[in-house]
């Protein structure tokens, strides 16, 4: 159960964690103060679920401290495909917001009402933070041209099918022993359906795509070479230029940033053979 419970959770903590550095990158393209401080306001939260349940995730799951943020490479990363293109025009840029915080938040609630307290109370307070999120970008998307409406249709239509492919299969969902186990208590497929209903009642009509397209869509097969486990492709990773976003590694970029602790430093071990420390502070598994 745990390997499985890990993959899913860091599908949650790393589509976040890309999700935040989508806002921080395209901030500037804003049009007046109030984008920039929703942006900002929203990337925060987005890097704060990340971080809680990085936390989270080494205490449960014995890991180092930092390894998860700092251990990995590119490869590694359980954010959906859809999230590897930068948007080409503004309205890609806020279908893609829209499509992404309702994925992530539907398949973060199949966990929310589940037997494991610290997960359920995590997702309870993301649910709570993402609601304002979805205001913002409901608002930008009641203010798109003619011609945005347009453009986020062929956004839609070309994102969509890597959103779907992340839910997975319906057979994949039949069989998830976290549902069985009572840690998730509603299933993937059905939080896909919910995804669907979301796009068609409050995406589409800012867009001019029809029930019939979405259907089309919606009936598409997953790709044959799918990881169940981080979702992806198999062999994918994030493209160089995101994660260099993430994670940079120039020596620009190192003589920039505020330096890691030694202590972090030392403690990060890729082969994950590193305890962490015993001292910290637990997550209580209590409501």
Known sequence: MKPLLQAELLCIADSNWILGHWYINCMLNGRELTDFTSMAGIAEEKLGHTRALFRFMEEYFDLPEFQL???????????????????????????????????????????MEGNFAPVANLTRRF???????????DGWMKNFSATEKTEAGLALMKRLPQVLAWFGSEQESSADSLLEQGLRTESVWSARSKFLDDVAGKLAPHTGIS?????????????ENRDPLSRR??????????????????????IARRPLAVSVKDNIDLSGTIKKDETEPVFEATR
């Open 233 to 254: 492709q198999q062999g994918s990773k994030i493209p160089a230029g995101l994660w260099e976003s993430v994670i940079p590694s120039s020596d620009s970029s190192h």
């Open 211 to 223: 029930s019939a397209e979405l259907d089309g869509i919606a009936a598409q097969a997953l790709p």
């Open 69 to 111: 943020e700092f251990g990995r490479d590119a490869g590694q990363i359980h954010s959906p495909e859809f999230l590897d293109l930068p948007p080409e025009n503004w309205a890609d840029f806020i279908t893609t917001l829209f499509l992404a915080d309702l994925a992530l938040w539907r398949f973060s609630a199949t966990f």
């Open 127 to 137: 649910g709570e933070e993402c609601y304002f999120h979805q205001l913002c970008i």
